[in-house]
T-cell receptor
Framework: EDQVTQSPEALRLQEGESSSLNCSYT??????LFWYRQDPGKGPEFLFT???AGEEKEKERLKATLTKKESFLHITAPKPEDSATYLC????????????FGKGTLLTVNP | NAGVMQNPRHLVRRRGQEARLRCSPM?????VYWYRQLPEEGLKFMVY????????ESGMPKERFSAEFPKEGPSILRIQQVVRGDSAAYFC???????????FGPGTRLTVT
């Protein structure tokens, strides 16, 4: 069974204090690892897709990286508006549509 | 380009009533997915549909739950005889194809009293 574990469950940062979120996964034949951002009371907002170990993608203050066992979401000089829950999901080969999600990391950035 | 639309955003039902949740995919998307998010749990896959076809319903409870995506109109997730355990946020996502990114709607928050 596919498994996705995100850590930490919650992270509190000061504005400008860079850090990383972790997503460890176990999946048969990875066909994509996805990062989403979810604000309270809203649906997940797509951020990145990574397909192979060594791949990196960036968007503003966020950078996602992928290895064979985990992915990191690096947040550089965060701002209060980066506060949200960040979700990681994997898609396996063979049933290449179903996403398996982790429980998320709740990020709070204080001004 | 409008995003994925879901309605209603909030739905309150008494135990034993029926709940109907609607999802209109993004323009140009013909693949629809339903996920459920229970308190303190991650999003869980329920069902995957294309127009007029259910492709995978392996995540749906065997009883009381059904889904459809007709040729015309939105996709509908139907829950019959709701129980308190059905209280959750239900999200719809859509994509252009099986391997495309899934874009989520704002969700329907179902409360069963």
């Amino acid at each position: 069974e596919d498994q996705v574990t995100q850590s930490p469950e919650a992270l509190r940062l000061q504005e400008g204090e860079s850090s990383s979120l972790n997503c460890s996964y176990t999946v048969s034949g990875l066909r994509g690892l996805f990062w989403y951002r979810q604000d309270p009371g809203k649906g997940p907002e797509f951020l990145f897709t990574l397909y192979s170990a060594g791949e990196e993608k960036e968007k503003e203050r966020l950078k996602a990286t992928l290895t064979k066992k985990e992915s990191f979401l690096h947040i550089t000089a965060p701002k209060p508006e980066d506060s949200a829950t960040y979700l990681c999901a994997v898609r396996r080969g063979g049933s290449n549509y179903k996403l398996t999600f982790g429980k998320g990391t709740l990020l709070t950035v204080n001004p | 380009n409008a995003g994925v639309m879901q309605n209603p955003r909030h739905l309150v039902r008494r135990r034993g009533q029926e709940a109907r949740l609607r999802c209109s995919p993004m323009k140009g998307h013909s693949h629809v997915y339903w996920y459920r998010q229970l308190p303190e749990e991650g999003l869980k896959f329920m069902v995957y549909l294309q127009k007029e076809n259910i492709i995978d319903e392996s995540g749906m409870p065997k009883e009381r739950f059904s889904a459809e995506f007709p040729k015309e109109g939105p996709s509908i997730l139907r829950i019959q005889q709701v129980v308190r355990g059905d209280s959750a946020a239900y999200f719809c996502a859509s994509s252009t194809g099986q391997e495309g990114e899934q874009y989520f709607g704002p969700g329907t928050r179902l409360t069963v009293t």
